[in-house]
């Protein structure tokens, strides 16, 4: 339908010698020699439209009045190039259209960057003509793909009988979690909804009602400090099912995973992804979402270590503490005294005291603690297995500080000396969570998950008595060092619940004014359910090989969390706050 | 995966004599003569399934165990039962499960109503205890509807090229429209984000950015006085097209509706659908969405009284109003004149003075007014087509209040006279929109459809002198008498956005501060584009033969904006407020 025969950038060989008519944005215009050349754009691509006065004098003239990003419509016959004219960087670069009819359907004023790929304009400008910028063909790819992943894992849900189930966005506010955005209500003076962080609780009583599948595509709101990859609003793929264990769930999301990877990069994924226990992921990497695209693993030397004679190490030992060691092969003359430095620097943004480090040279292992790790350079040179120009660094402290440490230096060390394979996808999963985490700042466990995360059988006896021992039935996903998204089974039983939630520091009485609804349906039948949550711009955004997901947003927020397009959010009329029964207290910003 | 093999509700032929494991709740426990018969329910239906002690001992004491709403497994054969247990009323009736293995996945207590499909429990009860009444067939089945619905929507979408690109949910409030719900900004205080009435903007700059082809399946809000069919939240689907007429458009929407109607009825529509324009709708039925599932039309009488002598007609003809009948065919004997004057009184409701009525008996017309008409008795018997046993009513004042009157009382009528064929899914196009609305109460001119509706061009020139003449390039798609939908082909340049919000009473400034940004995208290569939104939660009402929204939410608000069963609305924490920087004024309700 329309007039439209094929998109600019789907001319091809079998368009060859057909009339086509396109209708596109003026990317260029040149004149040579008195034939003008209109390179035609639209979101599938560009093509060359050729307007030669002898084909066309009419079509010649108002081809000549055209400018940038001008809307056309162009009547023509596609013909192959020369030889000499081929444009290899195009995809229609081996044909062009001799134009016999053009309309202009909009002209434009100059835009105030070039619609390029590689634009020099800055963020804000960006956002504030993000019409524009989404005219950038790597945005409108990028768009696109995002697209193109929604549907891939939509139509995998569909065809594995999950149900898309909508669930509200006009929720409760919680206090378990992050901070929640909240909407005044109008008809009940004092009383707020707040918009979902997640559809969990919902989605475990559809699992509760008997719907078995659940999907959905839904937007989540946190109102936290934003960061690179965090924004006020954000997608999630969101999944439960009724009477599977937590490897059929890992199952049908790896399928889905490689699914998309089929189809939108052409890659075959190797199925089953591999999975890691946290422990070890920590052990190894210092990460609960280690990137393995290279190696660089921590090594425990505690044992080679333990009797040397430096204070720092013995003192991690003696306070129950490892001593651990990255090996950075052949880096050892990337990095000076003064660049160790900056890095001992950014070590102690994760609670270390320092970074000791050794470089290898011919005769033996040289640096600032070198001279008291001569009676076992041997064995570390062993177990780092180093060679000449290796850079050896070196963790210690408890257990936690140096998995932080060493493995925010491994990533950083990977980054600056170009370790990573960027063509590799590397998915992961990241199971035997524990249960809990101990917030040192409010005093009391957390949940790693969420409150409604099913603790390991066998731990279940630890609840109250040593909350740290208690593992959960949790799993991560992991893509190249991100957290793609993460799952549980959940629990199915009141008594659990409570149990769960007197552990985190609730009440009888604040659990169930907060979740009373939920131990409630608990005690109705309630099957045996789990499920998993990823996160969809991250996904994309790694698919696209972007570092930022605003990339992958059509109308993202600046790091302010404002549009400054719309220039939302604004004041409002009085009338709208009178209305709400609020006031505003303070103005400044 | 898992260990089901089979859902309940799907077991059948194939399965004879085979060995397979359900999973579900109990719905029903019965022992009869010491063999126990569980109707186990999953979401498919509901399978018998029998313990029989001889076959297994140790399974039937489980089974005995039982009660309503129990969680189980069951692992059994499948049996034909013999011919007088057939069950014709059960989709599986055919068959039974002889089980030799049971387990007990979760207990429940009795559930405060009972799950089945006409429950009695009140819309409250229904509400708190949603997940035991999505449990109910009706409600299930009313859910996979709207999956499949919403699939059916999706996957033709995608097939034709449209794009699924998400809009932002924290955006501006704009004065134009229903009251927004309002979000307060943490960072920036005395701001506030709005929640999308819909996505109109944003669509239209994704056309701007050249996306081609839009579409989206979102929720949207609005802060209104709820009636039976809204929400404070509803879902849209939304779409947009670039370089397409009004007519494409239709017949994408057209296609999609029949893809929907086939996938999910069975039924093939007809294509394409029958369009009227709005003059003809508001002038044979009364209504912009008239429901053609049954006649009685509104016939013009103005010519044919033009000279009686009945004050009521000629004041009505003098001021330049109408003269119109509905003949009830075959109700004279329905309606007592006690009825006619309840019907009078609900006349009044829409600006009417009065319900003229006449009724045909064997000696021609009888009734209050009778006496005025018997010189054009037999033009009106003519023009009416009445038969002896007709009721005929007469609406007289202007073209407005004549067509709101007489459309409601055809309504009314068809439902109490049982006049709609209830299987009949009548689809129809209202097309040539006014622009505009004159709002008496603002005292200016409103649009009928939106400020970005693209005026007929014949008509721009009216804008500014008349606007009452302007005919919009607008379309609504009509559904057995309900609005399912609307759309419109839109502005895409500044000069005529400027001009239509201007005789919507925009100044420059107020234009330039609520639509600034639009303004201004308008001038950078905008180009022709159109679009239609759809509302997903009446399309399934509709299909689902519902007649209340709630049946086919999952968790839908009650008739005060409450969800009963979490409780939201609900205060917040002080220290919520304080960050936000709102203070409440008062909390009474």
Known sequence: MGNRTVYCGLVAKENLEQTITLQGWVQKRRDLGGVIFIDLRDREGIVQVVFNPEVSQK??????????????????????RTEEAINPNMKTGEFEVMANEITILNTAKTPPFSIEEDTK??????????????????????????????????????????????????????????????????????????????????????????????????????????????????????????????????????????????KTQGIDVTLPFPKMTWDEAMDRFGSDKPDTRFDMELIDLSEVVKDVDFKVFQMALQNGGVVKALNAKGAANNYSRKDMDHLSQYASQFGAKGLAWLKVEEDGL?????????????????????????????????FEVVAATLGAIRTRLARELDLIDQTKFNFLWIVDWPQFEYDHEEGRYVSAHHPFTMPKEADIPYLQTDPAKVYAQAYDIVLNGYELGGGSLRIHTRELQEQVLKTLGFSTETMNEQFGFLL???????????????????????????????????????????????????????????????????TEE
């Open 59 to 80: 079509a010649w003239e108002i081809a000549d009045s055209c400018r940038s990003e001008y809307v056309l419509e162009v009547t023509g016959t596609v013909r192959q």
């Open 121 to 262: 304009a800055g963020d804000e400008i960006r956002l504030k003509y993000r019409y524009l910028d989404l005219r950038r063909a790597n945005m409108t790819e990028n768009l696109m793909l995002r697209s193109k992943v929604t549907q891939t894992i939509r139509h995998f849900l569909d065809d594995h009988k999950f149900l898309d189930i909508e669930t509200p966005f006009l929720g409760k506010s919680t206090p378990e979690g992050a901070r929640d955005y909240l909407v005044p209500s109008r008809v009940h003076p004092g009383h707020f909804y707040a918009l979902p962080q997640s559809p969990q609780i919902f989605k475990q009583l559809l699992m509760n009602a008997g719907f078995d599948r659940y999907y959905q595509i839904v937007r989540c709101f946190r109102d936290e400090d934003l960061r690179g990859d965090r924004q006020p609003e954000f997608t999630q793929i969101d999944i439960e099912a009724s009477f599977l264990t937590p490897e059929d769930i890992q199952t049908y999301t790896e399928q889905m995973l490689a699914d998309v990877m089929k």
């Open 520 to 586: 409630e349906a608990l005690e109705y039948g309630f099957p045996p359910h789990g499920g998993i949550a990823l996160g969809l711009d991250r996904l994309v955004m790694l698919l696209a090989g972007e570092d930022n997901i605003r990339e992958v947003i059509a109308f993202p927020k600046n790091g302010k969390a404002l549009d400054p397009m719309s220039n939302a959010p604004s004041t409002v009329s009085p009338l709208q706050l009178y209305e709400l029964n609020i006031e505003v207290t303070d």
């Open 366 to 398: 040289k640096g600032p603690i070198a001279k008291f790790l001569t009676d076992v350079s041997d064995e570390i040179i062993a177990k780092t297995e180093a060679q000449v120009g290796d850079l050896i660094m070196f963790g210690a402290d408890s």
